[in-house]
T-cell receptor
Framework: EDQVTQSPEALRLQEGESSSLNCSYT??????LFWYRQDPGKGPEFLFT?????EEKEKERLKATLTKKESFLHITAPKPEDSATYLC????????????WGLGTSLAVNP | DVKVTQSSRYLVKRTGEKVFLECVQD?????MFWYRQDPGLGLRLIYF???????EKGDIPEGYSVSREKKERFSLILESASTNQTSMYLC??????????FGSGTRLTVV
């Protein structure tokens, strides 16, 4: 069964303390892996798409990487405004336009 | 600035009422989606549409229906609202299933 698992469920960091969020997946024929950021009471905001193992993408303090089994979202020197829930989703070849979502990692960055 | 607009941020309805949630996108996207999001359960797909007048059931379609008469508008209908349909409802659109754009969400409370 296709599945996406995110860890940890929650993470609390001090401002400037770098860390990584994990998204592991088991799908057949991965077509893409997506990272989203969601602030409380709002819709998810698109961050990155990764298509193949070895691919990396960066945006400000965030860097996403992809292997054949998992993706990491690295957060370098986080700031309080990076506090949010980070969601991972995958799209596979046979899934008829539907994404498979993880439950997210809730990140809190203390000043 | 491209966007997905959901008609209401907050709604309170009574049990048994028929409820309409509206979603409009201005990006000329073929694919549109309705999700609900609940703590601990993540994003769950209710219905989606890949063309005007076309619809497909998602993972939890029971108690819901949809309408897509125009490309830019995708409506979710709760035929007879129940308390277990209290949730955050999120609409999304995409051109080719890569990188969904989400609306801000509608927080529905059924009393």
């Amino acid at each position: 069964e296709d599945q996406v698992t995110q860890s940890p469920e929650a993470l609390r960091l001090q401002e400037g303390e770098s860390s990584s969020l994990n998204c592991s997946y088991t799908v057949s024929g991965l077509r893409g892996l997506f990272w989203y950021r969601q602030d409380p009471g709002k819709g998810p905001e698109f961050l990155f798409t990764l298509y193949s193992a070895g691919e990396e993408k960066e945006k400000e303090r965030l860097k996403a990487t992809l292997t054949k089994k998992e993706s990491f979202l690295h957060i370098t020197a986080p700031k309080p405004e990076d506090s949010a829930t980070y969601l991972c989703a995958v799209y596979n070849a046979g899934n008829n336009r539907k994404l498979i979502w993880g439950l997210g990692t809730s990140l809190a960055v203390n000043p | 600035d491209v966007k997905v607009t959901q008609s209401s941020r907050y709604l309170v309805k009574r049990t048994g009422e028929k409820v309409f949630l509206e979603c409009v996108q201005d990006m000329d996207h073929e694919n549109m989606f309705w999700y609900r999001q609940d703590p601990g359960l993540g994003l769950r797909l209710i219905y989606f549409s890949y063309d005007v007048k076309m619809k497909e059931k998602g993972d939890i379609p029971e108690g819901y229906s949809v309408s897509r008469e125009k490309k830019e508008r995708f409506s979710l209908i709760l035929e007879s609202a129940s308390t277990n349909q209290t949730s955050m409802y999120l609409c999304a659109s995409t051109l080719d299933s890569y990188g969904y754009t989400f609306g801000s969400g509608t927080r529905l409370t059924v009393v």
